[in-house]
């Protein structure tokens, strides 16, 4: 309702919030949050993790079964979606058919009788590049512009809180990736908070400054995507954002202190170092976790040129080469295969045949180490 | 003959839809043309005889024609206007909420559309008799009767235009600060307003041509079908063809106006 205040403190701030509907289906778990006031924020995590149901909590469009959800120091739990400070981009867009784009736009001006509506909504109109379909009906547009209209509709309001549904869900593929350029640019340039629903990891990494992975009902992990990519804490973040190389390890010292820390793991013969600040268990039986584009990977003999944790006997089983890399998988002499992400920079003037015996390497400081009760596959997902 | 085989394959779909069209409008074109017939001579004999304006001059002239048209208009106004409130009310409670017995529900408001009329209307005459009104039967009585039969036709109608509704409009209206009542009257109805209007030309042509069910429960009260009926026994009076002629226009003059505006209105938004 009221317009966006310059300053802090009207952060969005989920506490303790549970969802469990009347089935017995819990889809969000005692949930605690806190989303800064003007970040580009993302909830990032399979279908049926909880995270449109918390989106809807927040737009005010489910109950909760507990909890509160504040924007500042206002408690908006009980408060009517039509009273909350906060608007919504819908998955299918729900443009309204019989009324017209810049009627469509307008919609949520005229509810609240705000005086130079039509102002408003021309600029809107030239913010989001729909300035000439402004006459025309939502059926008459293609997906992007209609995606484009569900965006002006909701941020001419200037909410506190923009929540986008899967926004760009429905879009091919290249258009999502210059909607994504054009949300980005869209909120910088609003300064709303913007509380982004995805399954795409691809598209929450790109856009946002803060992503919480959720599964299950909870957050598996919140950070910046820099910070969950390099040092995820568990498998399923591990493995559904981006794919991790997971080898079973055994702790077998701890070296160091402060910032020099390391622990010592042994995998299947071979002694890795793993910096503590990306150690995220204190059990014995760990996981060792490489990003494969970290994997370095040169035939036998050869010398690679990175110091680090080095395993020999491994035999490339498998070579698909995509243009800008190469994906090797190589079968490790205990039997898992391991997947090495080359850039094809040229440097080794060809593949590596299928077949050949290599050495694997890489750089301690890209090791985590995590807990090796958890589910190995957890977060694995198909590519689409 | 393969050419003439040929010419028959490439226009038989052709002819026989402009056979099945002359089939269907057979009727209404003798009708048109019998209202210009001239049958003081004959007054039984449902044939051409000679042409006249007489009885477009004066369809009121035979008695009680144009009262009984009158009361027909009324009812089903009436009719049309208690079936639809009630009837969208009802498709809005069955498709808007889950509740015991949903299901049982539909079936009992599907049920009077197959149920044949003449025990439809003759349960009513039951009824009627049963509660003490026999003696009163009349207008009343026919409204009560046609309400009842036209519900279920408007039931269906508005339901299966609330059942392809996105339920997202609403929430997105919600979450645009439109109340609940601004919800309704600014998303939900005007979208489901074709499907009401639908309902109630309907109803209005179900209670307008009724006649087995208005037959049984109408009292000394005369409707246009029932005048029709009546005098057909006698001969018919030329006039019933003007006023049916006249109907027919009506029925015509609202199709071609809705598909003309809606032709403007297409063109208007592809010419922006």
């Not at chain 1, 000439?132 to 909701?154: C, D, I, N, T, Y």
């Not at chain 2, 074709?194 to 006649?211: E, K, N, R, T, V």
């Amino acid at each position: 309702m009221s317009q966006v205040s310059s300053g802090t403190g009207r952060d969005l701030r989920l506490t303790g919030l549970h969802k469990t509907y009347p089935n017995g289906f819990t889809a969000v778990h005692d949930l605690d949050l806190v989303v800064p006031q003007g970040s580009f924020f993302a909830l990032l995590g399979p279908s049926g993790c909880g995270k449109t149901t918390t989106l809807r909590m927040v737009a005010g469009l489910e109950t909760p079964t507990k909890g509160t959800i504040s924007i500042g120091d206002t408690d908006i739990t009980e408060t009517k979606p039509y009273n909350r400070p906060v608007n919504t981009v819908f998955q299918n867009y729900a443009l309204f058919p019989h009324l017209s784009i810049a009627e469509n736009v307008e919609f949520g001006l005229k509810r609240r009788k705000v005086y130079d509506s039509g102002k408003q909504v021309q600029e809107i109109l030239a913010l989001t590049e729909l300035v000439e379909q402004g006459p025309k009906r939502p059926g008459q547009l293609s997906g992007g512009q209609q995606q484009r209209v569900a965006l002006a509709r909701a941020i001419v309001n200037r909410p506190e809180v923009l929540l986008l549904d899967e926004p760009l869900g429905a879009l091919d593929l290249k258009l999502r990736r210059a909607m994504q350029v054009e949300l980005k640019r869209i909120q910088e340039e609003v300064g709303i908070t913007f509380v982004h629903v995805t399954h795409d990891q691809e598209e929450a990494m790109s856009m946002a400054d803060t992503v919480a992975v959720m599964n299950q009902g909870v957050i598996e992990q919140m950070g910046s995507p820099y910070d969950l990519y390099t040092n995820p804490h568990t498998t399923f973040v591990a493995n559904f954002l981006g794919r991790s190389n997971l080898i079973r390890a055994t702790v077998v010292g701890r070296e160091g202190t402060g910032d020099d820390a390391v622990v010592k793991a042994d995998m299947h013969g071979t002694v890795a170092t793993v910096k503590a600040s990306k150690v995220h268990t204190d059990a014995k039986d760990v996981l060792l976790g490489i990003r494969p584009e970290k994997v370095l990977i040169q035939p036998e003999g050869t010398a690679i040129d990175a110091p680090g944790s080095s395993i020999s006997g491994g035999v490339v089983v498998d070579a698909s080469y995509l243009g800008v890399s190469t994906d090797y998988t190589v079968r490790m002499p205990w039997g898992q295969e391991i997947i090495c992400f080359e850039q094809n920079t040229g440097r080794r003037g060809g593949l590596i045949p299928v077949g050949t015996t290599v050495d694997v390497s890489w750089r301690p400081e890209f090791a985590f180490l995590l807990d090796a009760s958890q589910d190995v596959d957890a977060g694995i997902v198909e590519e689409d | 003959m393969t050419r003439i085989g040929r010419w028959i394959g490439s226009h038989l779909v052709l002819t026989g839809g402009l056979l099945v069209l002359l089939y269907m409008y057979i009727p209404n074109i003798i009708v048109a043309i019998m209202s210009f017939n001239d049958s003081s001579g004959a007054r039984n004999l449902y044939k051409f005889q000679k042409f006249t304006w007489d009885n477009w001059l004066h369809p009121c002239a035979p008695n009680n024609l144009c009262s009984s048209v009158v009361t027909s208009i009324e009812i089903g106004l009436l009719a049309t206007i208690g079936a639809t409130v009630i009837g969208t009310f009802a498709a809005f409670g069955l498709v808007r909420h889950r509740f015991a017995g949903r299901t049982a529900m539909n079936l009992v408001l599907f049920l009077p559309m197959a149920t044949p009329e003449i025990v439809m209307g003759s349960s009513l005459l039951a009824l009627f008799v049963a509660a003490g009104l026999g003696g009163q039967l009349g207008f009343w009585t026919i409204l009560i009767a046609h309400i009842m039969f036209c519900i279920s036709f408007v039931v269906v109608t508005v339901k299966s235009r609330l059942a392809g509704l996105d339920g997202n409009l609403e929430q997105a209206a919600a979450d645009l600060y439109a109340n609940e009542w601004q919800t309704f009257w600014k998303v939900t109805f005007p979208l489901v307003f074709p499907g009401i209007l639908s309902a109630a030309l309907l109803a209005f042509s179900l209670s307008f041509d009724d006649f087995i069910i208005t037959n049984l429960n109408s009292g000394q009260t005369v409707t246009f079908p029932m005048y029709v009926w009546g005098a057909a026994q006698r001969g018919v009076p030329m006039q019933v063809n003007v006023i049916g002629t006249l109907m027919f226009l009506v029925a015509l003059a609202a199709v071609i106006i809705g598909e003309v505006g809606a032709r403007r209105r297409r063109k208007a938004l592809a010419a922006r």
